[in-house]
């Protein structure tokens, strides 16, 4: 039992880091969007992405994925993934930033309650305090209120549930397949539908672009490739508490690189998040020594 414990901390760091480079990836694609469509930019994102994939797996990897029993879960989760991302970004257009960022919050909420029921874990006392002192950093972050019904709102709504259930059936094929093998299979799918619109709206990249392109596949890559691992090493809830630094990492790297100042409120919600995952952190370390001493009994 010494193990399950003790991995949860390593994933815990991987599942920061993988969210700090998701953050200046998505910081890097708001400039982007200013002179090239959505569209194509994941497009690049997601062809630089496979083609690292087939890099380093190379004829294992193509065979893995030939051979591997789980093409629907696998292929599934792309699709999970690509939609929730669609349904955020159309409402991205019509709600503002703080509704939108405290609706697509409920996320990890979803799938701390998803992991119980098809996953079976067991989420603990701390984990749920942890998860609702993160939530609760968010809502004073984002000071949403005033939040109304309209389409906007369930597609947000629906992009969290999708996001929710995405990251539940990650932590279920991580158990059998490598994340080179999800990472794969998943931006297949994305190059699949951006690749027709890229054709369809295609705009030339300059020298610089296409550099910039490049090093959103890199951040990209990276990135889920930390993800996929963490999943592999700490539970759902715990990687659903994690979720919560990616708030925590937009607003810094929005200060420091788009000089957008923090309201009082945006620095006092972030610390509650910080709190949050101290705290946790502290917890699993209790619950890996507690592990450790019952393995040595």
């Given at each position: 039992m010494s193990g399950a414990g003790e991995r949860v901390l390593p994933g815990i760091l991987l599942g920061v880091l993988a969210y700090s480079l998701f953050s200046m990836h998505d910081a890097t694609n708001k400039y982007l969007v200013a002179f090239l469509p959505v569209w194509?930019?994941?497009?690049f994102r997601s062809l630089t992405i496979v083609a690292a994939c087939l890099a380093i797996g190379r004829g294992r990897l193509l065979a893995a994925a030939v051979a591997t029993p789980l093409k629907l879960p696998l292929l599934g989760r792309g699709v999970l993934t690509l939609t929730a991302w669609l349904c955020y970004y159309t409402a991205a257009r019509s709600l503002p930033l703080a509704q939108l960022l405290t609706l697509y919050f409920s996320a990890p909420i979803i799938t701390t309650v998803l992991a119980i029921r098809l996953l079976g874990e067991h989420v603990t006392r701390a984990r749920w305090i942890s998860l609702g002192i993160a939530f609760g950093g968010v809502l004073l972050a984002s000071d949403p209120f005033g939040v109304?019904?309209?389409?906007?709102?369930?597609?947000?709504?629906?992009?969290?549930?999708?996001?929710?259930?995405?990251?539940?059936?990650?932590?279920?094929?991580?158990?059998?397949?490598?994340?080179l093998l999800q990472m794969l299979y998943q931006n297949?799918?994305?190059i699949a539908?951006?690749?027709?619109?890229?054709a369809v709206n295609w705009v030339a990249p300059?020298?610089?672009?296409?550099?910039?392109?490049?090093?959103?596949?890199?951040?990209?890559?990276?990135g889920q490739y930390m993800l996929f691992e963490a999943a592999r090493m700490a539970p759902a809830a715990v990687m659903a508490?994690?979720?919560?630094?990616?708030?925590?990492?937009?607003?810094?790297?929005?200060?420091?690189?788009?000089?957008?100042i923090p309201l009082p409120a945006v620095w006092a919600g972030a610390g509650l998040i910080c709190v949050a995952g101290l705290y946790?952190?502290?917890m699993e370390r209790r619950t890996a020594r507690g592990y450790a001493s019952g393995a040595n009994d």
């Open positions: 194509q930019v994941l497009f109304k019904l309209s389409l906007a709102t369930l597609l947000v709504l629906a992009a969290a549930c999708l996001w929710g259930y995405a990251i539940v059936l990650m932590r279920q094929i991580a158990r059998r397949e490598s994340s297949v799918c994305f539908v951006t690749g027709v619109l890229t300059t020298p610089a672009q296409m550099l910039l392109l490049a090093g959103v596949g890199v951040l990209g890559g990276l508490t994690v979720e919560y630094s990616a708030l925590l990492w937009a607003f810094v790297l929005g200060w420091l690189v788009f000089g957008e946790m952190v502290v």
